[in-house]
């Protein structure tokens, strides 16, 4: 065992391969060529879950959730990396609580693809080691992800939009009243409901000549 793949002998320490199992994985390996950790998902001896977690425990790095979903991709860094280089290294922009960028990856010692995406996001970059099903996943789903964000954001905006408040100047403060007075003219249409002021408004603008009722009606159905 003194040769074998520091992954397999964690994953027999860890009790998902047999020590038969992989010696049989890595026989394997030697003819066919690829990786061991490739090799014992395609035997079916090992989840690819569970290989990636004994990855991220070896190479003492944290482990991305089974399925990557919009609650944990940061799609600020998705729009503004481009999508090219997202597929090119298969990898997903995780959100984060610290200044750097976790970044979902099969294979957290690939340098190339840590350097590239560090040197485009301008920030440091995080290791997290995902399986490939997860992000070929996820990476598959953005489109339709951010069309989905958008509209949600759409929709914020339209919850927040208010109508026109009219403003109307305050008559300078007088004296002390001696008894209590009527209300101003000012005074009581600040207390009156702002469609019933601005409808008063038209009116009054309609009447005098300023504004002309159909093209108003027009404008109005154009809205």
Known sequence: MNAVDPLGEL???????STEQLRTAIG??????????????????????????ALAQ????????????????DFAFVEKLPRALLER??????????SELVLAMTDPN????????????????????????AIRKALNQLD???DARAEEQ???DDDSAELPILEL??????????????????EALKRLPIEKLLRAYIQLQVESGNLDADELLARARDM
Not at 11 to 17: A, E, P, T
Not at 62 to 69: F, P, V
Not at 91 to 98: A, H, R, T
Request: proline share 6%; net charge negative; charged share 30%.
């Open 28 to 53: 394997l390996q030697r003819e066919l060529g690829g990786d061991l950790r490739s090799m014992v998902v395609k035997l079916g001896y090992v989840k690819e879950s569970d290989v990636a977690q």
């Open 89 to 98: 290294h298969q990898v997903i922009p995780l959100k984060s609580d610290g």
């Open 110 to 133: 690939d340098l190339a693809a840590i350097e590239e995406i560090q040197f485009r996001a301008g920030v440091q970059i995080e290791p997290a080691v995902a399986t490939r099903d």
């Open 58 to 73: 070896q190479q003492h790095v944290n482990s991305a959730s089974a399925e990557i979903t919009a609650d944990v991709i």
């Open 144 to 146: 339709d992800l951010l």
């Open 11 to 17: 994953l027999v320490q860890r009790k998902l391969l």
């Open 169 to 186: 100047e305050d008559e300078k403060p007088a004296g002390p009243a001696l008894a209590p007075t009527e209300p101003t003219a000012q």
């Open 154 to 156: 759409d929709d914020d």
